[in-house]
């Protein structure tokens, strides 16, 4: 099977943002990992699949670079693809577009294969270095701005939620995550 881009087109419906009708972070991430198990069912590479031989995918880091959040009842195109191998890490990119082809969202994630029994990271399986590796689509640049201490106009923070490190890194002044008693991750669903 030929490896490319997977697209589904998603409506941003009233529960899936917050007061400001802004997408709520969480089902940004949720958005994200369903549109991606969409592909990975078809590449044969999705958790069921592995946990027939004993594995499971575990995301170790996520990374998202946000120009603007949908509002609600708009419609939208969510992609995404595995876009390479990182030592014991596979690597998948994400975007978020308007059906008109602006970018709001871009991410990428890293996950490793994880044996069940052992409860240890094993390597990533030969067919998933092969469609990792061999389509050809261009990774996502991100890691620029990750390496930078500060970036006018950029706003940053690394967050801890559920033991994944999510790197949220806002464009869009105005989507600011609110201050709430200092706690951060507290604050992610008021996003």
Known sequence: MEIGK?????????????????LFIKTLCDLFNDVAEGQTELLGVDVDTLNKSGLTWMLHRLHILIHK?????????????????????????YRLLRNDGEELVRATSEWMTVDLNRRRPVR?????????????????PIEHILRKKRCPGIWKTVVILRRHLITLI??????????????????????
């Open 69 to 93: 959040m949908p509002q609600k009842e708009e419609n939208v195109v969510v992609e995404t693809w595995p876009s390479g191998i990182d030592r014991l890490f596979a690597l998948r990119d």
């Open 170 to 191: 806002l464009t869009d002044m105005s989507h600011r995550l609110p201050i709430c008693g200092g706690s951060l991750i507290h604050c992610l669903s008021f996003f």
């Open 6 to 22: 997977y697209r589904e087109e998603l409506k941003i419906h009233n529960h899936y943002t917050n007061y400001k009708g802004r």
């Open 124 to 140: 990533p399986l030969a067919r998933v270095v092969e469609m990792s590796t061999s389509h050809g689509i261009e990774k996502l």
